[in-house]
Nanobody, 127 residues
């Protein structure tokens, strides 16, 4: 059974850092396009960062470029999101998602094309 479980969310002050992790079971993540998405209250779900083995591409939303870094650990079967210089606007529920590698990273993120979702982890940036 394909399962994704996020961890690492919490409350952090502006300018702080958090590292989110998504652990997979029932599937080898290296074979899938993977990404992190977020949904703030009253807003739609948006792609934050994605990676795709289709063409080796990585995508970051403009709002997080230079602050967030996505990485994959094929031994641990996890995908992490390192978030630095956090801003109140980053407050949201964060989800990891995966699809078969039929799309590049930008297409996956911008189109929010996800076949499998985790349950989410809350990130709150506030002083």
């Amino acid at each position: 059974q394909f399962e994704l479980v996020e961890s690492g969310g919490g409350l952090v002050q502006p300018g702080g850092s958090l590292r989110l992790s998504c652990a997979a079971s029932g599937v080898t993540l290296a074979s899938y396009a993977i990404g992190w998405f977020r949904q703030a209250p009253g807003k739609g779900r948006e792609g934050v960062s994605c990676m795709s083995p289709l063409d080796g591409s990585t995508y970051y939303a403009d709002s997080v470029k230079g602050r967030f870094t996505i990485s994959r650990d094929n031994v641990k079967n996890t995908v992490d999101l390192q978030m630095n210089s956090l801003e109140p606007e980053d407050t949201a529920e964060y989800y990891c998602g995966a699809i078969p590698p039929l799309r590049n990273a930008q297409t996956m993120c911008v189109g929010v094309l996800v076949g499998y979702w985790g349950q989410g982890t809350q990130v709150t940036v506030s002083s």
